[in-house]
């Protein structure tokens, strides 16, 4: 916003309430978006548009890697999960795992990914590829080379995706709130965080975890069994032990375990924490259990058990990301910002 006297303008940082969102309509744009059937885009591209918006496909989005250090391995563990999904649902159509590439994690990357997991890749930017979209056959599941899109067009992609979206930046994680798409995050631990004070408590606990998890190793992994072990077992204590000697080394992609961010301005109260919630023991209920028994778990069934949550409408996950759209959608948490607008447009300052 900024400090406006007479023909004096001194720009001060905007305090919006928290997570409010500036509606698009809102934004300036002198380059206002055309319709999606007048923008010129490769057949495979449009192919891929057109059967993800008619369901005879399912597609997965990935957008956003090249930015961390794990990025092959939570591409392995997310190929991986989706394939497993793919074979125990008793859905034929195929599906398409729409990989965005960029620098940092380059066409080479993705095709050295796809060889380990054992899954065919189609290049969309080759002439042939929209022939190989449409050979595929019933439940087959490739990976798919994606170039830059138009908005539209990726937006449309965006919605349109079958499983949960895994996504990174602040514009995308932005749009997936205001929409109410499910999806995780590539980067929880940096630049794009999970949101945890909107929607249900527990599943947006669930959410952080499952996105911390992509990107774990072996070693990390048996820690995260041991804890379960003790979990089931309702051995509360040593539970508890081992996620403290875990904080202790300060091991960045274990730290769901512990993570509680700020306390809310309005209640003081901090956000749900497995740590916090482990110490009720024996008087932590029953769906307080079965949350923190899915986040803790790093096998592939709770990735499959949790994508077929994020799929099912009448969820409790996907009840979550409904009320997060909700949440960030509602009229107090655009008004300032819109004032704010409407007099930056009338002082012709935007």
Not at 191 to 205: F, R
Not at 222 to 227: A, R, T
Not at 260 to 288: A, D, H, V
Request: charged share 25%; aromatic share 4%; proline share 5%.
């Amino acid at each position: 916003m900024a400090d406006i006297d007479g023909l004096k303008c001194n720009p001060v940082s905007l305090k919006l309430p928290e997570f409010s969102i500036i509606p698009e309509s809102e934004i300036p744009n002198n380059h206002p978006l055309p319709a999606i059937n007048k923008i010129s885009s490769p057949p495979a591209i449009e192919y891929l548009c057109k059967k993800s918006e008619e369901k005879t496909v399912r597609t997965s989005i990935v957008y956003g890697l090249g930015r961390g250090d794990n990025d092959p391995i939570i591409l392995e563990r997310w190929i991986s999960g989706i394939k497993a999904q793919v074979k125990a649902s008793s859905e034929q159509s195929p599906v398409i795992i729409a990989v965005f590439v960029r620098e940092g994690f380059t066409t080479q990357n993705l095709k050295s990914v796809a060889e380990r997991s054992s899954i065919k890749v189609i290049d969309t930017n080759l002439q042939d590829s929209e022939k190989q979209l449409r050979a595929l056959g019933a439940k087959e599941c490739v990976v798919c080379i994606m170039p830059s899109l138009h908005k539209s067009l990726f937006q449309k992609l965006v919605i349109n995706s079958h499983f949960p979206r895994l996504s990174e930046g602040a514009n995308l994680t932005s749009f997936l709130l205001q929409t109410g798409q499910p999806h995780l995050s590539v980067l929880p631990i940096g630049n794009t965080p999970v949101a945890q004070n909107m929607g249900d408590p527990l599943e947006a606990l669930k959410a952080r975890a499952f996105s911390y998890k992509l990107s774990i190793n072996m070693s990390e992994v048996k820690q995260l069994n041991e804890i379960l072990k003790h979990m089931k077992s309702g051995d509360y204590e040593k539970a508890i032990n081992n996620i403290v000697n875990i904080k202790e080394k300060n091991i960045p992609s274990l730290e769901f375990l512990w993570l509680e961010g700020e306390k809310n301005k309005s209640t003081q109260l901090s956000q749900l924490s497995i740590l916090g919630l482990l110490s009720k023991k024996r008087s932590m209920g029953s769906i307080e259990k079965d949350a923190i028994l899915s986040a803790i778990n790093p096998s592939k069934e709770a990735l499959v058990e949790y994508l077929n949550d994020c799929m099912d409408i009448d969820s409790k996950t996907s009840h979550h990301f409904a009320l997060q759209e909700l949440h960030v959608n509602r009229p107090f948490n655009h008004s300032v910002a819109s004032a704010l607008i409407t007099l930056g447009k009338h002082k012709r300052i935007l």
